[in-house]
C-alpha cells in the first residue's frame, strides 16, 4: 500500500516490483499480494495490459477506517475514547476541538437547510 499511495497514480506490478527489488521480491509474490489487496477492496485495477494498480483510497482514510474499526470492536466505546484522548498532546487536542466544532457547525446547517 505504501508504494501505491507514494505514486500518487495508477502503477503496474513490475515498478512496484522494480522499486523493491533491494528485497529480490518476485513479481509472482507482487501479483499475490495486489490480488489479496484488491479483494479486501484496499486496491483496484484498470484493464489494461499490463494491469494498472491504484489504492482506492487515500492513506487517511484508510487510517480512519481502522479507527472506525478498532472503535467498533471495544466493549465501553466512551471508555476508549476517553483513553485516546487522554494520550494526544495539546497541539493534537486542539485539532479535534476544531474538527469536532466544524463537524458540530456542519450538521447543524444541513439540519436548517433540510427543515
Known amino acids: 500500500m ?9 502503477v503496474a506490478a513490475t515498478r512496484i516490483r522494480d522499486d523493491l527489488a ?3 521480491i518476485a513479481l509472482t509474490t507482487v501479483h499475490t499480494v ?12 484498470d484493464d489494461s495490459r499490463p494491469r494498472q494498480f491504484r489504492a482506492r ?11 472506525h474499526e478498532v472503535l467498533g470492536q471495544a466493549g465501553d466505546r466512551q471508555a ?3 483513553r485516546f484522548v487522554g494520550g494526544v498532546d495539546p497541539a493534537e487536542a486542539r485539532l479535534l476541538r476544531e474538527l469536532l466544532a466544524a463537524a458540530d457547525a456542519a450538521a447543524d446547517s444541513a439540519d436548517h437547510t433540510a427543515g
Open 2 to 10: 505504501e508504494r501505491l499511495w507514494a505514486a500518487g497514480e495508477p
Open 22 to 24: 533491494d528485497r529480490g
Open 34 to 45: 495486489l490480488t489479496r489487496l484488491e479483494q479486501k477492496a484496499f486496491v483496484e485495477h
Open 57 to 67: 483510497g487515500t492513506r487517511e482514510e484508510h487510517v480512519a477506517g481502522l479507527m
Open 80 to 82: 476508549a475514547l476517553a
